[in-house]
């Protein structure tokens, strides 16, 4: 109530109104300032200097400031500021050095008052006394900063940083004598108006330059700067040290930092490079911004609140050329966009989840493995009453705890060692995952694989052990079948039967490079055979229809449906350049060879006409003979990977998409993509497989994700004497001046590869090494001890 | 030491210029004398470097820690005349070249010859050949540059351009670089390339400024090393301190003599420091000072001796240039005046608008991490380099001296400074230094011994190699604030 009354006497009984607006300027702004009316506001730039009066709809220009017929460097401005006392008195800091004061009740078309010209380099901030009519003070890039005396012609004093340039300097409000200004190395120091001599305090806010600060408009002994480092810090000036009371991490480094009126934790900050929005933190909850106005295209230079007491107006110029008026309810606020649910897995694969309360109490009753294995344990956060957010935070966790040996991911673990990803044709890759994923039990993912080979590498080659295996997939067993003929012998002995799967896949792939038009031939019979033998609904032909089908009827195949599935592969060096270019050779050998192929069998070229239902024999005879295009099931393969990437088999979708490369690739946008990849690569790591993540890594084609592999690639070693990190170099401690890492054979410095033996511990050159446990078992520094190298 | 007599072939360490050519052509018997000095540097007399060097253990440190190839080169001999200068030099190369970064090692010394190549810079040539194929890079690709990878070859345009007329780059080239399918760039290893390129371009200024001699003994040859050729006829380091001879002094302050020259610097220094308090120069006086300083820089010719014939004279003779153009395209392109362009307006870049400190730093820093204070470290250091001598004199404020170099470097590439009067230039860099000048950073392969004498005779060379630094890092810092100009408004 008090505030309110605050706020209408101070806008002499109106209140504010306005919208959200912007309009074009001529030339990008450096800098705004608001006249104490609230009803102006002045922009300046390198070409521009104009007021502008705010009005209800737009901003309508009400004066220019740039006269004159040559342009002169005075009026290019890196600064303005509107004196909070008198309307009439503007100054602005000009890039060449001088400081100009203007009086905007001069009769005459040029306002231009005074000319300081006492700094040497760019004044970067000129700023008014807030409660004195006639002081101003300067802060430049030569190091110096001066007051001045508006009635004087001269400076009144200089004070020097003895530091370098200054970026910003700011009276505190409420100490009629003090003021901050802030540098290029990091320092603050804190001054007294009346002591040029020496600053009273100084410290050290930032890595790197500080360029901004502002004193907080009610809590005497706040300070906000915000720095080069991408932070922006909250001090405590009023004890004895300079107390870091709150810390921001925005995203780039921040150009300017204003708090917000009649919030006591607000600020706002716009950046200075990269990064074109202005945000608005809570102070106390550093990693979300309160509100967030996107309205710029380029960066924003200068922001300003339109009325000391008002916090919902926020004036802002750009380098886009615009000035913007945003309301503070028109902002978009991230933490509405953000996800209010963690989930974190403990060591024993616990899951613990938290959410809001009222998610989880709809929710609870459909969750897919809820059930038997849920034993959610909920706990409830007590609120804090000053906390602003308070619809968010009340929030609940559960705890679901893993039954021994159910949540068992070793198929995950086992595929994603054994796939293959590259560096073999692509049918090979197909029929090997398909291999993998048979003999771990998942029939379904092999049938995809099996389809997969089809559709994309021309005839010939489909071996029938493949075909069959949709026959196995009706099996309640849930056992892959590898062959018609075995199917009614073999149904009982599961042991026997995966043996026989992995002999037969081997000697399948073997005959299929010998000769694939004997295959071939075989192939047919037995396709034939086994036709008339299965029933044809079993037949996969909608992969995506089906698949989801026989999930849900299928109980046993439930625990595949948790949400980590993932990926093939087998630790291949494979070179980047087979990902650019997928196996375009071996596909035009393929096609090379099907003409002979469609001749022996013409009867298929009717079932051209692809169909959802149609039976998976005839979909191999179309394939064979009619050639229809690969891209024609693109749309379908697209639609499968969404398929287990929804499922949560994001190995499988990923797989895929690295197998098949650019023949999918383009019809899946690149976000969804990146996502797979992040998931996997992510799970991966969980797993501990590091070498499959990163060959998963190098194979993607996304630019997001191969960028990975970019970053942090350095290793950090410690001396093995004094066990202080060894930084600057990886062999040599600086501090006890030892050679870290020596040879036992060779005795000079390891800077490449070390090899030790895990016993011992002494080790050397890797070749050295391998070479001496050719001659002796013995270790090379004679301690006796008997290496082992494998 | 061990000089190589006058065989034939150490003849061949030295360019010949056209007037020798032709004596030679007449007379086959006459030999070509070797030069006196075989230090690090064919400028600098041995002993000055040398001198320096063995009481400096701290370089030793340095080289062992942040040397590449492992030994003192002459480019680190040199330098080590600044050994506080020399760390974050080696500091921010090692980091470079060896560092954690998105380009794989081999990549970036074939960058750095693509760089060097563009200056004929043999000497870094056959540095980073050697150290490429150390690295593991593919030896055919040192025949040239239709061997190597599209994605490298892609580079070529923004190498030539960086190089000789940088204030051409824009966002377009940027964008055609990092979106073209699968050959593109992603940022951050674009962003290194172009440190690298950057770096190599202006080291390449620093080793034909201060005239660095080819490494004596260079490693059992891998048959990709160019012939190791110094630009510099010998006659004319034969001329060896003929100061009279100085056919570019001759205007106003040519004739002072040579002792009084710098006491009149002095003296014109400490004018300039008492006049900013009086007469302050209109705005308009300031515009035309800044053009008059980039027209002017077009009169200052950089053509010496042999260069200033006609390419075609001795065409058949340049084997090195056809040897290094195997690495760059369109040979041709070169330096061109900033101011010349007739058309009027290309814009002039303004300083304060695109700085290094706010907004160049903070691209490279985000995309390239740490480099960016590595950078940021080596610019300080060098502009605020100082012992506050000059020459004989003792504590002397060099300020402005340093800004002026640094400033008409950044001119010259059209970067304009609004607080900066540049009239102080003309004050401060007499004719003969702004020739050395300008053909340091922009035509660095024809400079010549008699440039380097020219200038500040009462110098030590400890000073003019403080001198090339600058020159270095306001040219570094020129081609980098251009090219990161372009990738923000590519990312904008």
């Known amino acids: ?790 | 030491m061990n000089r190589g007599g006058s065989s034939p072939s150490a003849a061949a360490n030295y360019l010949l210029c056209t007037n020798c050519r032709k004596v030679l052509r007449k007379d086959k018997r006459i030999r070509v004398s070797q030069p006196l000095t075989r230090g690090p540097s064919a400028f600098i007399p041995e002993k000055e470097v040398v001198q320096a060097n063995t009481v400096d253990e701290r370089t030793n440190f340095l080289v062992e820690e942040y040397s590449t190839s492992g030994r003192l080169d002459n480019i680190t001999q040199v330098m080590s005349l600044h050994a506080q200068y020399l760390e974050s030099f080696l500091r921010s190369q090692f980091y470079m070249l060896r560092m954690d970064g998105p380009l794989p090692l081999p990549h970036r010394h074939y960058i750095a010859i693509m760089a060097a190549a563009r200056h004929q810079c043999s000497y870094l040539i056959n540095m980073h050949v050697d150290e490429f194929l150390k690295t593991g890079g593919i030896a055919e690709w040192l025949n040239g540059l239709e061997y190597v990878p599209q994605r490298l070859k892609n580079l070529n345009e923004i190498n030539k351009l960086l190089a000789h007329r940088p204030w051409l780059i824009t966002k377009e080239h940027i964008q055609k670089l990092v979106k073209t399918g699968e050959n593109n760039w992603s940022l951050p290893e674009l962003v290194h390339a172009v440190v690298l390129l950057a770096h190599y371009h202006a080291l390449a200024s620093f080793v034909f400024g201060s005239g660095i001699n080819p490494e004596r003994d260079p490693e059992i040859s891998n048959g990709f090393r160019l012939i190791s050729v110094n630009n510099f006829c010998v006659c004319d380091l034969a001329n060896d301190n003929n100061i009279e001879n100085a056919s570019l002094t001759g205007n106003s302050f040519g004739i002072v003599g040579s002792l009084s020259e710098l006491e009149a610097l002095m003296e014109r220094m400490k004018r300039l420091q008492e006049e900013r308090e009086d007469e302050e120069a209109s705005q308009e006086e300031m515009t035309t000072r800044f053009e008059k300083e980039t027209k002017e820089s077009l009169f200052v010719v950089s053509g010496d001796t042999f260069h200033s014939f006609p390419h075609s004279d001795f065409e058949d003779d340049m084997i090195i240039t056809s040897d290094v153009s195997r690495y760059i395209e369109d040979p041709g392109f070169g330096y061109e005046d900033f101011a010349r362009r007739g058309e009027e307006h290309l814009p002039t870049f303004r300083a304060q608008d695109y700085t290094w400190e706010n907004h160049g730093f903070s691209l490279v820093n985000r995309l390239y991490s740490d480099i960016g204070h590595l950078l940021d470290e080596k610019f300080r250091m060098v502009y605020n380099l100082t012992y506050n001598t000059m020459a004989t004199h003792e504590d002397v404020d060099t300020t402005m001296l340093r800004r002026a170099l640094f400033n008409y470097v950044h001119c010259m590439f059209g970067i304009r400074y609004d607080d900066y009067d540049y009239g102080e230039v003309n004050q401060l860099l007499e004719r003969s230094l702004k020739v050395y000048i300008k053909t340091v950073t922009c035509y660095p392969e024809r400079t010549t011994k008699r440039m380097y004498d020219s200038y500040w005779h009462q110098f030590k060379h400890s000073e003019k190699v403080h001198v090339n630094l600058l020159l270095m890092e306001a040219r570094m810092q020129a081609e980098l604030l251009y090219a990161l100009r372009a990738i923000t408004r590519y990312l904008t």
């Not at chain 1, 959610?376 to 966790?397: M, Q, V």
């Not at chain 1, 089906?546 to 993932?566: G, I, N, Q």
Request: charged residues 25%; negative net charge.
């Open chain 1, 1 to 790: 109530m008090e505030k309110m009354s605050r706020v209408t006497t101070a806008l002499g009984g109106s209140a504010l109104t306005g919208h959200t607006m912007h309009c074009h300027l001529d030339a990008p702004a450096n800098a705004i300032s608001v006249c104490r009316d609230a009803a102006q506001v002045v922009v300046a730039g390198r070409s521009i200097f104009k007021i502008y009066a705010i009005e209800e709809e737009q901003f309508v220009e009400k004066l220019n400031l740039r006269v004159g017929r040559k342009p002169s460097l005075n009026l290019s401005c890196a600064d303005v500021v509107w004196h909070q006392m008198d309307e009439n008195l503007l100054a602005t800091a000009a890039t060449n050095g001088v400081v100009v004061t203007w009086n905007l009740g001069r009769p005459s078309r040029n306002k231009q008052d005074q000319l300081f010209t006492e700094h040497k380099r760019t004044v970067n901030k000129v700023c008014f006394h807030p409660s004195e009519a006639h002081v101003l003070l300067s802060g430049s890039q030569d190091g110096f900063m001066k007051c001045f005396d508006l009635r004087k012609k001269d400076s009144v004093s200089t004070f020097s940083g003895q530091s370098e340039s200054v970026r910003d300097v700011q009276f505190s409000i409420r100490d009629y004598f003090t003021f901050a200004s802030t540098f290029e190395n990091g320092n603050v120091q804190l001054w007294d108006i009346r002591r040029p001599d020496r600053c009273e305090r100084m410290f050290t806010a930032h890595n790197g330059p500080v360029f901004c600060c502002d004193w907080h408009p009610d809590d005497r002994g706040w300070l906000a700067t915000g720095g080069r480092d991408k932070m922006v810090k909250v001090w405590d000036m009023t004890t004895h040290r300079a107390k870091e009371m709150h810390c921001v991490q925005t995203i780039a480094s921040v150009a300017r930092v204003k708090w917000r009126p009649e919030c006591r934790h607000h600020l706002a900050t716009c950046s200075m490079m990269v990064d074109h929005n202005i945000y608005v933190w809570d102070v106390r909850r550093p990693f979300v911004p309160a509100a967030m106005f996107e309205e710029h295209r380029d960066v924003t230079t200068g922001i300003a609140w339109r009325h000391p007491h008002d916090p919902s107006f926020l004036l802002s110029g750009s380098k886009d050329s615009t000035l913007c008026q945003h309301l503070f309810r028109d902002a978009s606020q991230p933490v509405e966009r953000a996800n209010p649910e963690g989930l974190c897995y403990g060591l024993f694969g616990d899951l613990a989840f938290a959410a809001k309360e009222s998610l989880v109490a709809t929710d609870s009753g459909r969750k897919p493995y809820a059930g038997d294995r849920r034993h959610p344990i909920f706990f409830k956060r007590k609120l804090d009453p000053a906390e602003p957010f308070t619809g968010l935070a009340s929030s609940a966790l559960s705890v679901f705890e893993m039954e021994p040996g159910s949540g068992s991911m070793s198929w995950f673990v086992d595929t994603a060692e054994r796939y293959a990803l590259a560096g073999r044709p692509l049918a090979e890759l197909c029929d090997h995952n398909a291999k993998v994923a048979r003999e771990l039990g998942r029939n379904q993912v092999a049938q995809t694989w099996t389809m997969l080979r089809m559709i994309y590498c021309s005839p010939g080659v489909v071996p029938t052990t493949n075909l069959n295996h949709s026959v196995g997939k009706g099996s309640s067993c849930g056992l892959p079948l590898m062959n018609s003929f075995n199917l009614k012998d073999m149904s009982q002995g599961l042991g026997s039967e995966t043996r026989l799967d992995r002999s037969k896949g081997d000697t399948r792939s073997d005959t299929v490079l010998l000769d694939s038009s004997a295959t071939l031939i075989t192939n047919e019979d037995n396709e034939e055979t086994e036709g008339s033998d299965v029933p044809a609904d079993y037949l996969l032909g909608d992969v995506e229809g089906e698949e989801e089908e026989l999930y849900l009827l299928d109980p046993e195949h439930a625990h595949t449906e948790e949400p980590e599935y993932v990926l093939p592969q087998e630790a291949f060096p494979l070179r980047h350049e087979i990902v650019d270019t997928p196996p375009g050779p071996e596909h035009l050998q393929d096609k090379a060879e099907s003409p002979h192929v469609s001749g022996s069998e013409a009867d298929a070229a009717s079932l051209a006409p692809v169909d959802a239902s149609f039976s998976l024999i005839s979909v191999s005879h179309a394939l064979y003979d009619s050639r229809l295009p690969p891209d024609f099931f693109s749309a379908l393969v697209c639609d499968m990977l969404r398929f287990y990437a929804e499922q949560g088999d994001v190995q499988m979708a990923v797989s895929v998409l690295i197998v098949l490369g650019e023949r999918v690739r383009k019809d899946i946008d690149e976000q969804t993509q990146e996502h797979w990849y992040t998931s996997y690569i992510d799970l991966l790591q969980r797993f501990c497989l590091w070498n499959v993540s990163n060959q998963v890594v190098k194979l993607s084609t996304s630019r997001a994700i191969s960028c990975l592999n970019q970053a942090s690639t350095t290793l950090h070693v410690n001396c093995s004497h004094c066990k202080r990190p060894m930084s600057s170099r990886g062999w040599v401690c600086d501090r006890c001046h030892r050679c870290a890492s020596m040879c036992a054979v060779c005795h000079h410095v390891v800077k490449g590869l070390f090899v030790w033996c895990q016993g011992c511990s002494h080790g050397g050159h890797l070749q050295h090494i391998m070479k001496w446990l050719e001659g002796s078992s013995h270790c090379p520094a004679g301690c006796g001890h008997l290496c082992e190298y494998s």
